[in-house]
């Protein structure tokens, strides 16, 4: 496991705060400002399309600077944070895995949204969620540090975020749903999974794996679709497997996994 430290500078937070707080994961804002912008664009550049251009539309320019600064901290929003490069080199390449993969980056940078993963990975297909649960999650985790309005914000968001991810369906009453998983969902899952450390086999079995709701089989399936498609190097042998991303990191961001 790479230390506190090293998964900090890949881009992965921790702490007990998070952007759920006050907003979903802003799968409609992402999709509109990735639209406009090359993979390479810088924060300068997406901040001016925000606040200057505002081409999501925001009313009034507190609400642009408050946009722009929830997607910094979902997000990060700079290709010199490994995670969002290759999050946003991801995401051009498959439109179906668009919401998965906003959730799982999600997930790696916010910390109110992974303490509900649990609670959602723990429901049966068709199983009955509401908001009061998920409240009552977040203040049996954090005693005493939440308001009863901000349990409520709390709960509406995450909730909001893991329906738009495929995970649950509908809009007052929230029922446990399959997501789609794509080839591209898995590369991330097993990108995230080498950046705390894990290889070979073992990246099949982290808690970002966990997180797809996928057999083992199926896994394996579409990690070789993503290597035929040239996102990965994928090898699986009998009980030996060895994956490759090649180009994902810089020389100086592959000596921090050894640090």
Same mark, same amino acid.
């Given at each position: ?10 881009? +992965? ?5 998070? =952007?759920? =707080? ?24 997406? #901040? #001016? ?46 439109? #179906? =895995? ?56 709390? =709960? ?77 190097? +994928? ?25």
């Amino acid at each position: 496991m790479t230390s506190p430290a090293t998964q900090q500078k890949f881009g +992965f937070k921790s702490g007990r705060n998070g =952007a759920h =707080a006050s907003r979903t994961m802003m799968l409609a804002e992402i999709i509109e400002l990735f639209k406009g912008r090359p993979a390479d664009a810088t924060p300068e550049q997406y #901040q #001016q399309d925000i606040v200057s251009f505002n081409v999501l539309h925001k009313p009034t320019e507190k609400a642009r600077q408050l946009t722009w600064r929830h997607l910094l901290d979902l997000y990060g929003m700079d290709t010199s944070i490994p995670l969002f490069r290759v999050f946003r080199r991801l995401w051009d390449s498959d439109d #179906q =895995a668009h919401a998965m993969l906003a959730c799982q980056m999600g997930l790696a940078r916010d910390p109110l949204l992974r303490m509900s993963q649990d609670k959602i990975l723990a429901l049966e297909p068709g199983q009955l969620l509401s908001r009061e649960e998920m409240e009552q999650m977040f203040s049996d985790l954090c005693p005493d540090r939440f308001s009863p309005a901000t349990l409520k914000s709390i =709960a509406q968001n995450v909730n909001g975020t893991w329906t738009k991810a495929g995970y649950l369906k509908g809009r007052t009453k929230k029922l446990r749903t399959v997501p789609v998983v794509r080839p591209v969902n898995v590369v991330f899952a097993l990108f995230l999974g080498y950046l705390q450390g894990a290889t070979g086999n073992r990246l099949f079995s982290t808690e970002w794996m966990k997180v797809l709701g996928c057999h083992h089989d199926r896994l394996l399936e579409l990690a070789r679709f993503a290597s035929h498609a040239g996102l990965i190097t +994928f090898k699986h042998s009998s009980e030996v497997v060895e994956i490759t991303f090649t180009g994902y990191l810089t020389k100086e961001e592959e000596s921090w996994l050894y640090e």
